[in-house]
């Protein structure tokens, strides 16, 4: 089981270590430095938001995989459906946390760029919140 176990996690997070390429691997303070009024600022906060989409999505399905195997034992599925619950009420949470940054600012030109740069924080902390949780 343990073996079992290993397999599939090593299966799970090496999408997370092998699929982002080294240019979107770039940070928020890295693109911040490129010039504002050219689209490249956009381009990279781009990269970064795709970058960790996939690497939430990894973190997701990590703990998703874990209490499906706890469930398996037991039999008990509520924490994986309240996780599961917890993360698309998440993904509200962003995207209008996120919205209402840019309707304030639209519409200057900025707007997207502070609604990119709302996504990568708050994506930020729940990757960090779910890096932690075991």
């Known amino acids: 089981m343990i073996k079992k176990t290993l397999i599939l996690s090593a299966f799970i997070l090496a999408p997370l ?15 911040e430095k490129v010039e504002q009024g050219t689209g490249k600022l956009s381009h990279c906060l781009d990269r970064v938001k795709e970058a960790l989409d996939r690497e939430l999505q990894t973190w997701v399905n990590h703990h998703v995989f ?7 034992i ?15 009420d998440f993904i509200t949470f962003r995207d209008n946390d996120c919205r209402w940054q840019y309707l304030t600012i639209s ?14 924080v708050v994506t930020q902390a729940r990757i960090k919140e779910l890096s932690v949780v075991e």
């Open 66 to 72: 874990n209490m499906e195997e706890k469930a398996l």
């Open 17 to 31: 270590l092998f699929s982002i390429p080294a240019d979107a691997k770039q940070t928020l303070s890295e693109c």
């Open 74 to 88: 037991t039999g008990r599925y509520s924490a994986m459906k309240m996780f599961r619950r917890s993360q698309s």
């Open 107 to 120: 519409p200057s030109k900025g707007a997207g760029i502070a609604y990119k740069k709302c996504y990568i």
